[in-house]
């Protein structure tokens, strides 16, 4: 089963000397994989990646490590043109 999240993300982030919180919608696809769930967003820059046991727990670990991210590179790695704006999962079959 492989799924996607939709939410907004609270992060923290430093403009011109005061603190500054923002909501970012950010698209999320969780894969299930016989020994766990793994997570990334997309449409940010950079390498984020979560995992866990659950579903549940994968997001919350990539929704940590998006938070940190932007922290550790700024809100910029959010500022993808063009935003996406719908992720689909397809199956396709063939000879590789």
């Known amino acids: 089963m492989t799924g996607a999240w939709e939410g907004e993300i609270d992060y923290q982030h430093a403009k011109l000397?005061?603190?500054?919180?923002?909501?970012?919608?950010?698209?999320?696809?969780?894969?299930?994989?016989?020994?766990?769930y793994v997570a990334y967003p997309l449409g940010v820059q950079g390498v984020v990646v979560g995992e866990g046991d659950t579903y549940e727990a994968a997001v919350a670990d990539v929704k940590s490590a998006i938070k940190f991210h932007v922290e550790s590179f700024g809100a910029d790695v959010l500022e993808t043109q063009p935003p996406v704006l719908e992720a689909f999962v397809a199956e396709a079959a063939g000879e590789v």
């Open 17 to 36: 000397g005061e603190e500054v919180s923002a909501m970012r919608h950010i698209k999320i696809i969780v894969e299930k994989h016989p020994d766990g």
